[in-house]
């Protein structure tokens, strides 16, 4: 996420934390594709899922760390950066795409591409704004 | 084993990705993620390349958990991606967020391409 230039370097916690939360996430994401077999030139269910549930969940972490007085500084590392970075992922989202293009089903890859990232943002969106409103 | 490989290759991923970005934007002063946009951008290339070589080559099992499973998932982001650009729509920065989205789209998904492209001249 963009930061300013002028903030301190991160101490060799907040690294730990990055590092733990991103094995984490993406066990989950992992254990998700297992879970959900994807079969080449079918739409790419279980990254759909992922993507979106991991924007919800960004949404409403954004949303409950703004509003905390005075959050842990390794939360955001931890949850955010770590956990849901790991747990998205955009390079499986470009090469699923791709695939079906390759497998001769380029709508499905144009309706999966747009699909993910309407879904995505929307949940986004939604994550925020119902966080935002439950704690008020 | 593979969920082992998926892991470190996950956690290293986060890692780099957490480190590029802070580089890229205080390099970039700019309201616009380039930061993101720079690890999805790469992290799609080079899971292109590895796919290419799992469809030309005998990819060992370790190489795609550690490498395409792990460390592409934990360098790209969709969540960050997602929450960058609803910041810049409710910051009223609406035609940089939807720049953001197309550029990001295409430049990921063409960087696969490219990637896959050359590892299936190099694999073939």
């Not at chain 1, 370097?9 to 590092?19: E, N, V, Y």
């Not at chain 2, 993101?36 to 290419?52: D, F, M, P, Q, R």
Request: glycine content about 14%; hydrophobic content about 50%; charged content about 10%.
């Amino acid at each position: 996420m963009a930061e300013p230039a002028s903030v301190p370097r991160p101490r060799w916690d907040a690294f730990a934390a990055i590092g733990a939360g991103g094995a984490l996430g993406s066990l989950a994401r992992y254990g998700l594709s297992v879970a959900v077999p994807h079969s080449p030139g079918r739409f790419p269910l279980s990254t759909f899922a992922t993507n979106v549930s991991g924007c919800l969940l960004i949404g409403v972490l954004t949303a409950l760390l703004t509003a905390a007085k005075k959050p842990h500084r390794l939360l955001r590392p931890f949850l955010g950066v770590g956990i849901l970075g790991g747990y998205t992922t955009f390079s499986t989202y470009a090469t699923d795409t791709l695939d079906l293009v390759t497998a001769g089903r380029p709508f499905t890859g144009l309706a999966y591409a747009f699909a993910t990232v309407a879904a995505a943002l929307v949940a986004v969106y939604a994550g925020h704004e119902i966080t935002r409103a439950v704690r008020k | 084993m593979t969920v082992l490989f998926v892991a470190l290759g996950g956690g290293l991923g986060a890692i780099l990705r957490f480190l590029t970005d802070r580089r890229v934007q205080a390099w970039r002063k700019s309201a616009f993620p380039w930061g993101t946009l720079t690890v999805n951008v790469v992290g799609s290339a080079i899971l292109g390349a590895l796919t290419g070589w799992a469809l030309h080559g005998g990819q060992p099992d370790t190489v795609r958990a550690l490498l395409a499973v792990g460390f592409c998932g934990g360098l790209t982001t969709f969540s960050t991606f997602g929450y960058e650009t609803l910041l810049l729509f409710t910051g009223k920065r609406r035609a940089r967020a939807v720049l953001y989205v197309g550029v990001t789209m295409a430049a990921g998904i063409g960087a696969a391409a490219i990637g896959l492209l050359i590892a299936s001249a190099i694999w073939r």
